[in-house]
């Protein structure tokens, strides 16, 4: 081969020295660098729909406030007594010359001693604003001289006193009279008995001398009992109901409707 000027050899053409080899890169390709770059754009694209999905559900949850107690379901809770009976029985006793209406239902006793109608078993509330299964007592009975819940001296109106008009009062009958609700101790969040208290009415938290109730005759009052058992078979003992059961009328007016009716010769 003639050479050039200069001496330079003509190597375009000159095939590739077997000792070059090693460093030798083959031709690039460019459909796969394209196709490698779309791989990883689109395994980018997946991850990162990943983590916003994994993202907005931890945001979300975090997000959540405990539901405020008063929106929570109320935990329905039966009314201070249970539906007393709507039918009424009369009754006239000759060891008192009275008579008057109770709840048919009522389980009444009339001895020389005392006069008691007893409610079957309600659900009641005590001091403490528990449901309990309990009993109502309606007494009547003769003038007493001392009664042993007021011994202390502590008694008072828990709230107060509240006039009532006799339906059908006879000539020896007055014609309005008072109920007093009486804690005995001296607390004015509960009731502990009803007492018709004749022309005495008193303030909530006023004291209640004994010998204001005990000149009454007859002596009336309404209390209130806890059971043993849901039957009511043996003797309760006393409770007290919260001043808040009186605002419910399921108690109330079947009571006061007894304490008119009343008809004292």
Not at 2 to 15: C, F, K, R, V
């Amino acid at each position: 081969m003639d050479d050039l000027p200069g001496n330079q050899h003509d190597t375009t053409s000159a095939p590739i020295n077997i000792a070059d080899k090693g460093n030798y890169l083959p031709p690039v390709n460019p459909k796969r660098i394209v196709g490698g770059l779309l791989k990883l754009v689109l395994a980018v694209i997946v991850l990162a729909a990943i983590l916003v999905g994994v993202f907005m559900l931890v945001a979300h949850s975090g997000s959540k406030k405990p539901v405020p107690a008063q929106e929570k379901p109320a935990n329905l809770q039966p009314s201070s007594v249970t539906k007393i009976s709507a039918a009424i029985k009369h009754y006239d006793s000759t060891n008192y010359s009275l008579g008057f209406d109770y709840p048919k239902d009522w389980k009444l006793t009339d001895n020389a001693d005392k006069l008691t109608v007893v409610s079957p078993p309600l659900q009641l509330k005590d001091a403490t604003e528990q449901v309990v299964t309990g009993q109502i007592v309606f007494t009547i009975q003769a003038a007493q001289t001392t009664i042993a819940q007021f011994a202390a001296n502590t008694a008072v109106a828990a709230i107060a006193s509240q006039k009532i008009s006799y339906k059908q009062p006879t000539p020896n009958q007055r014609a309005e009279t008072y109920v007093s609700f009486v804690n005995y101790k001296g607390d004015t969040t509960s009731i502990d008995a009803l007492y018709l208290a004749g022309d005495n009415g008193y303030q909530a938290g006023q004291y209640i001398p004994q010998s204001d109730v005990v000149k009454a005759d007859p002596l009336v009052n309404v209390s209130f009992l806890k059971c043993s058992e849901s039957t009511c078979t043996t003797a309760g003992t006393a409770i007290s109901i919260p001043v808040s059961s009186w605002s419910d009328t399921s108690l109330s007016t079947p009571l006061l409707t007894m304490l008119k009716s009343l008809v004292i010769d």
